[in-house]
């Protein structure tokens, strides 16, 4: 190439670098380049969140995943709620104006008291708050002769439709009593696929016999059409007016306040039923399972799974306001400073789908999401531990003011033992012995430092913190695994545990009697290295007694099937709370519950049954929470921890971080509606994002000053060519 043509190329590249340079920088000027939102979002009172899988379904009817109800709760209200920062977890009113009253009743129907003998029934009252609003819906529009409005759509009203909100016009109802009744119903049609249908038939009266019977007839009518469920009724189910709704139940079932805190039971509007069973609505996937309504705080507005899900604030939510009480004592005093605000506080909320942990957090640490949980890749950098075990932030997160929060979930994950295997089931002395010292030598202090950064707390027993039952401190401590020592819970040392192996007939983890080794089979489901490494740890805490662990690694449906079947020894299982309730975890070691005893129907993987304690366990199951109820608790906790059917485990430990413009941030493990309660500074935030994200343009100017520095020397360069030519050519003349 010529040289003349290298200084153009090289003139026009700088002039193109230089013209970018100057644009870029006056935009540098006004606004970070890089972010997801507008300036009117970001000054905007919305919060930023993000969701990694689309929810499959919101139709309260069968929604029960968590990333369903994080959505499904801003939009739906069942009767009761749990407080935002009480623990215990406390229910109380949200679409009533009360707490239930529970009537107890005799086979004719007549009052009768909870103890006595002809109790047949127990009625639960609801009385709802007068003036509660459904958020703004097409489904509830009427015209001028009071007839639905949108509820025979055109080929018109269809054109272009994603949402029911590019409607026209919306309006609104209040909720009433037989709303909640159509819930209910809804929940017995088989077609709805309600996950908790066959636990209701045991307990409201009459549910049985009417969802077989709705069911038939639903599969007899048009599949396409409405299917009205207003003139069908429960027997169990009472609308006594608009705001009053009794539900009748089975013997004593005080669980069933719990339940009532669940969307399975929000309210459902017929005229929202209606209007989704329209064909043309069917076509476009608009549907209640996609834009459910309800008189939560937020409504759905943008539903695309694709890229983004938004919520908008119910321009008409009910008078509800922010806690002025009840911190616990280890809750900052902060989480008042909104106290007796009206809800919800935040204008706004989008979702943004991100399906990789690593753009999450990278857009976390730009402030472009105002909260993020700490996955493994991202745990180094967000967290530091200290020798003590403590959890706190590094210097970087500090830096930018990020706050952490960290709570214990009511969930336990165990190691069980079969109580109906020959080696390590039994109940006499010497068995009891074996399973303490294998319970001593198995670290779970040791697997929560190693596998979980800390993310956890040892298990004392079966009933996890902030349940009626758990007992913190010196007189919560299992005593035949901890000693209590200098203010905390400490293992019993391995000698402990080689002394007890010894009585019960295994010294130094050899048969007494044959001297052979003691070899014991742990069933795992281990697909990855990382369970390669636990399974090693496994190995090697049993290694400790002398006992040889035999691992067999499956398939989970393999698993589960040996676990039903008692085939398993020893396997590690795991609990969530369904609702705070002691029964809710001391279920899975009542006798008739055992897996093998029901054919693989029951919960109690591990097949204990202990008389005294399912003796007492009947006695606490329909029980308040009283003094009479912990002591009955800790009488049955003290009976599972001698007979150890399982090695206690942990409890898993949740940790999220926020920024600092988001306030009122507290976990609460089972509530799902409280979004209402938290709240943004915005300025602070449009400040933070602009101070974080100043556009590096350094070396765009080096560049364009290297350009220009090359255009000024090939010049000079070609100049001087151009003149020796001139002057070599004169001297040739």
């Known amino acids: 190439m010529k040289l003349k043509s290298k200084i153009k190329m090289l003139f026009e590249g700088a002039r193109f670098v230089l013209l970018g340079a100057a644009t870029l920088g006056l935009v540098a000027c006004s606004d970070q380049w890089n972010t997801p939102y507008t300036n009117e979002q970001v000054a905007s009172n919305t ?4 969701f990694s899988a ?41 679409t009533l104006s009360k707490m239930p009253e529970v009537r107890y009743l005799n086979q004719q129907g007549e009052p009768v008291l909870a103890t006595d003998a002809d109790l047949a029934y127990s009625e639960v009252v609801l009385n709802i708050k007068p003036g509660i609003q459904y958020q703004p819906h097409p489904a509830f529009v009427k015209d001028e002769q009071g007839a639905l409005r949108y509820a025979a759509l055109s080929a018109k009203d269809l054109s272009g439709l994603k949402s029911p909100f590019d409607l026209k016009d919306q309006s609104s109802r209040e909720l009433v009593a037989a709303d909640y009744a159509y819930a209910i119903k809804r929940m017995a049609v088989r077609q709805n696929h309600s996950p908790i249908l066959d636990s209701m038939n045991e307990h409201i009266v009459g549910l049985a016999e009417f969802s077989e019977q709705i069911s038939e007839q639903r599969t007899q009518a048009d599949s396409d059409a409405f299917f009205d469920l207003r003139p069908h009724e429960i027997e169990g189910i009472k609308v006594v007016n608009d705001y009053e709704l009794r539900i009748r139940l089975h013997g004593v079932y005080p669980q069933f306040m719990y339940w009532l805190s669940m969307n399975f039971f929000a309210p459902v509007p017929w005229e929202v039923m209606q209007f989704y069973a329209q064909p043309g609505l069917v076509d476009l996937n608009i549907s209640f399972d996609t834009f459910p309504v309800g008189t939560g705080p937020y409504r759905l507005v943008e539903n695309n799974p694709n890229r983004r899900m938004r919520l908008q604030k119910h321009p008409n939510y009910q008078p509800q306001y922010y806690p002025n009480d009840s911190l616990a004592e280890n809750m900052p005093s902060s989480l008042l400073a909104d106290a007796g605000k009206r809800l919800p506080m935040i ?10 942990n690593v753009p999450y957090w990278n857009k976390f640490l730009q402030g472009y999401y105002d909260a993020s949980g700490v996955s493994a890749d991202s745990f180094d950098q967000a967290v530091q531990v200290s020798v003590n075990g403590e959890l706190d932030l590094t210097g970087e997160m500090k830096t930018k003011d990020i706050q952490m929060r960290s709570s214990v979930q009511p969930t336990i994950f165990y190691l069980a033992f079969n109580m109906l295997d020959e080696v390590v089931g039994g109940y006499d002395e010497k068995a009891q012995k074996l399973r303490q010292a294998i319970s001593i030598a198995v670290n779970y202090e040791e697997f929560i430092s190693i596998f979980m950064n800390e993310r956890g707390l040892a298990a004392q027993g079966p009933i996890p913190p902030g349940i009626f039952g758990h007992v913190d401190g010196e007189a919560g401590v299992n005593p035949y695994v901890h000693d209590w020592h200098e203010g905390e819970a400490r293992r019993k040392s391995l000698e402990t545990a080689r002394q007890l192996l010894a009585e019960a007939g295994y010294p130094e983890g050899r048969n007494q009697q044959t001297g052979r080794p003691l ?106 929470n009283t003094p009479e109820r912990m002591a009955k608790l800790q009488q049955m906790i003290d009976i599972a921890r001698q007979d150890a059917p399982w090695i206690w485990g942990l409890h898993p430990r949740s940790l999220s971080l926020y920024h600092s413009w988001y306030k009122n941030v507290w976990p609460n493990s089972l509530a799902n509606n409280t979004i209402k309660y938290l709240a943004i500074d915005a300025e602070q935030r449009a400040q933070k994002q602009a101070q974080w994200n100043q556009p590096i343009v350094w070396p765009l100017w080096l560049t364009a000053a290297i350009i220009l520095w090359l255009i000024i020397w090939a010049r000079r360069v070609y100049r001087q060519r151009q003149q020796q030519r001139v002057i070599t050519g004169d001297n040739a003349s």
């Open 54 to 94: 689309p929810p499959k379904h919101l139709d309260p009817v069968r929604s029960y995943s968590s990333n369903e109800w994080a959505i499904n709760a801003q939009i739906l209200e069942p009767p009761l709620q749990y407080h935002y920062l009480k623990r215990p977890y406390t229910l109380e009113p949200l």
């Open 47 to 50: 919060l930023f969140s993000a």
């Open 347 to 356: 204008d706004e909320v989008v979702y943004t789908l991100e399906k990789e």
């Open 519 to 624: 070899q014991l089979n742990y069933d795992a489901v281990a697909t990855g290295p990382d369970d390669r490494s636990r399974m090693d740890w496994m190995r090697k805490q049993f290694e400790q007694l002398g006992i040889e662990l035999m691992i067999r690694s499956t398939d989970y449906n393999r698993f589960q099937d040996k676990v039903r079947k008692g085939d398993a020894q020893i396997f590690f299982w795991g609990w969530n709370a369904d609702y705070p309730d002691p029964e809710n975890f001391l279920f899975l070691l009542y006798g008739p519950n055992s897996s093998v005893a029901t054919n693989g129907a029951g919960i109690n993987s591990s097949n204990y049954a202990n008389p005294e304690f399912d003796r007492l366990f009947e006695q606490i199951r329909t029980m308040e």
